[in-house]
């Protein structure tokens, strides 16, 4: 059974920086995408960056330049480094998988105080 763990979530101050990993286990085809969406309290689940198994990556516009996703293919693992965050950033972050269907993991409270 496809399954995703995050691990990295808590609070940090305004300016602070934080790193998100997640692993895939139970997967046994090729996974095309994996990534990070957000949702804050009554705002949909949006984005954030997502990265294909050749490197390429995507990112939304307000986190470009200070987050960073990388991804170590050989382990199944996403990560998202996350500086300069902001009390904006503040949601739950959700790790996703594309593969020859899709994964979501259960997510991981990130905090950020002004």
């Known amino acids: 059974q496809a399954q995703l763990v995050e691990s990295g979530g808590g609070l940090v101050q305004s300016g602070g920086s934080l790193k998100l990993s997640c692993a895939a286990s139970?997967?046994?085809?090729?996974?095309?995408?994996m990534g990070w969406y957000r949702q804050a309290p009554g705002k949909q689940r949006e984005l954030v960056a997502i990265?294909?198994?050749?490197?390429?990556?995507n990112y939304a516009e307000s986190v470009k330049g200070r987050f960073t996703i990388a991804r170590d293919n050989a382990q199944n693992t996403v990560y998202l480094q996350m500086n300069s965050l902001k009390p904006e950033d503040t949601a739950v972050y959700y790790c996703?998988?594309?593969?020859?269907?899709?994964?979501w993991g259960q997510g991981t409270q990130v905090t950020v105080s002004s």
């Open positions: 996703y998988a594309l593969w020859g269907g899709q994964s």
């Open positions: 139970g997967i046994t085809s090729h996974i095309y995408r």
């Open positions: 990265i294909a198994s050749d490197g390429n990556t």
